[in-house]
């Protein structure tokens, strides 16, 4: 009876040790299942996210080009002066930027956009737009900028949208009347990043340049006695006399200033889409529309 009862014992921890092995055996089979499943779950979500950014969206392609950037966006950003008369100046009473170029950026958002409105003004300096150009912060630089083939290097332009020369602003009486008269000892006033600095110190090199960040400074400068005269493009030098009567232009251009609309090297898209812009804007007659607004007389024709 004892041996009956301890076999039937034996029988009954056998029994036990089959069902629980079964039982770690099925745990193991749907562990590695859910394992596997959600693993390829895992993949496929990771597929998703490469696809996808994870959103649901096509990510922007590295590749696309800044024009196709500017309409995905439906904005343009330009970079303009805030303190340059006549081409882009902050006006105090109503916090707008004004001038020339800042038209001109509008138009050109015009074309591009559909909408003139659809456009960010920057402020740059002659030193730091390009950098900024080149850092992202812009789409384009309309701020006075002269065409030269040192810039060509770092930046590419737009046909020629204003033609300029270099000059002198003295205050009235003074006895600087022209290039000539800037000898040893003249203090002459300029900005920097502006070619009106090398062309100064070529044309008249016993001259003392005294560098100034933007052309507000360095007329305040002039009227402070701090130089004898100013020197950059006479567009600009026309603007200082429009807020001040007691200063004049003197003498003739002594360089051609042809400005252009400097773009990111290698944007060849937006190039021909601003200077088709620019085509139109002269086509249509909204070219000297701004241009007489803005310097008081229509373009010369060549």
Not at 62 to 73: E, G, W
């Amino acid at each position: 009876m004892k041996t009956k009862t301890w076999m039937a014992a034996c029988l009954m921890l056998v029994l036990i040790s089959v069902l629980a092995l079964a039982g770690c055996g099925d745990q193991k089979e749907s562990n590695n299942g859910g394992n596997g499943a959600s693993g390829a779950s895992g993949n496929t979500s990771s597929a998703g996210k490469g696809n996808s950014g994870g959103n649901g969206e096509e990510p922007p392609s590295t590749n696309s080009s800044m024009l196709d950037q500017i309409k995905s966006r439906d904005k343009l950003v330009v970079g303009v002066k805030f303190d340059t008369k006549l081409f882009g100046l902050k006006n105090p009473m109503n916090d707008e930027v004004e001038g020339f170029d800042v038209d001109i950026a509008k138009a050109l958002a015009n074309i591009i956009l559909g909408d003139p409105a659809k456009v960010e003004l920057k402020e740059v300096t002659s030193k730091t737009r390009m950098p900024m150009l080149n850092n992202g912060e812009i789409d384009m630089i309309v701020a006075t900028m002269t065409i030269t083939d040192e810039r060509k290097k770092e930046v590419d332009f737009s046909d020629v949208y204003f033609k300029a020369g270099q000059s002198l602003l003295v205050k009235k009486g003074s006895a600087i009347k022209g290039l000539d008269d800037i000898t040893k000892g003249t203090k002459v006033l300029a900005v920097k990043g502006s070619t009106s600095v090398d062309n100064i110190k070529e044309k008249a090199p016993d001259a003392t340049v005294l560098e100034f960040e933007n052309y507000q400074d360095a007329f305040s400068a002039l009227k402070a006695g701090q130089g004898d005269t100013l020197t950059t493009d006479n567009a600009i030098l026309y603007g200082m006399v429009a807020q001040d009567g007691n200063y004049e232009v003197v003498g003739d251009t002594f360089t051609d200033e042809p400005y252009g609309i400097a773009i990111k090297k290698g944007e060849t898209e937006l190039v021909d889409a601003v200077n088709e812009g620019l085509k139109t804007l002269k086509s249509n007659g909204e070219y000297d529309k701004i241009y007489t607004q803005w310097i008081g007389e229509a373009p010369k024709t060549d």
